[in-house]
Structure formats: structure tokens, C-alpha cells
């Protein structure tokens, strides 16, 4: 079991920045890809972007693409977004999630074996 909690959701004005952090818990941090994945009210969740094991590969949806930077931190078993230059689209649940394997990052949802409870992002205009 791998257990996920994300933090450092709020609330921030348009064009502002926030760093998201998800703590692993239960399993070998290097042994999962990761993702970010937002849900919006009354949207499907959609994918933010992901990441590798060892960090070395990301994949980014194209609508945080050169905005948002998804990094890990493997000894501290830590994921992060950093999220820049905030739009009030951006605001959403955020969820982290994990995938036991080796392989590249993963962009699909059902991939992911374990989620987080999700952070709030609210972006005011």
C-alpha cells in the first residue's frame, strides 16, 4: 500500500504562484511514477502532467505547459508542482497519484494505482 498526501493548496490572485507537495508513505518512492491530476467542479479530472521514477522524464498537459514544473525529491519521498503565472481556470482539486513501475511517466488516470485526498487551488481574477 502506498499511502499520499498532498499539501500547500490556498488561495492566490491571477498570476500568482504555488508549490504543491505530495508525501509518500508505504512503498519505495523510487519504485513509483508519479502524476498531478486536477479536477475542477462539475469537470472530469484531467491530467496536470507526470513524472518518471528518477525524475529524468515529464510529460505536461498542454494547458500548464511552461507554467507548471513537476519535480520529486526521491530521498525526502516528495512530489512536487510548482505552479506559476496562476489562472483562474487553474482552479481545481489537485490530486497526486502513484504508479508502482519503472517505466516512463504515465498521463491516463487509470494507471494509477493510489490517490491522494486532494489540495484545493482556488485562483481569484
Known amino acids: 500500500q502506498v499511502q499520499l498526501v498532498e499539501s500547500g493548496g490556498g488561495l492566490v490572485q491571477a498570476g500568482g504562484s504555488l508549490r504543491l507537495s505530495c508525501a509518500a508513505s508505504?512503498?519505495?518512492?523510487?519504485?513509483?511514477?508519479m502524476g498531478w491530476f486536477r479536477q475542477a467542479p462539475g469537470k472530469e479530472r484531467e491530467s496536470v502532467g507526470s513524472i518518471n521514477w528518477s525524475g529524468g522524464i515529464t510529460y505536461y498537459a498542454n494547458s500548464v505547459k511552461g507554467r507548471f514544473t513537476i519535480s520529486r525529491e526521491n530521498a525526502k519521498n516528495t512530489l512536487y508542482l510548482q505552479m506559476n503565472s496562476l489562472e483562474p481556470g487553474d482552479t481545481a482539486v489537485y490530486y497526486c497519484?502513484?504508479?508502482?513501475?519503472?517505466?516512463?511517466?504515465?498521463?491516463?488516470?487509470?494507471?494509477?494505482?493510489?490517490w491522494g485526498q486532494g489540495t484545493q487551488v482556488t485562483v481569484s481574477s
Open positions: 508505504g512503498r519505495s518512492f523510487r519504485s513509483l511514477a
Open positions: 497519484a502513484a504508479h508502482v513501475g519503472l517505466g516512463g511517466p504515465r498521463m491516463q488516470g487509470g494507471d494509477y494505482e493510489y
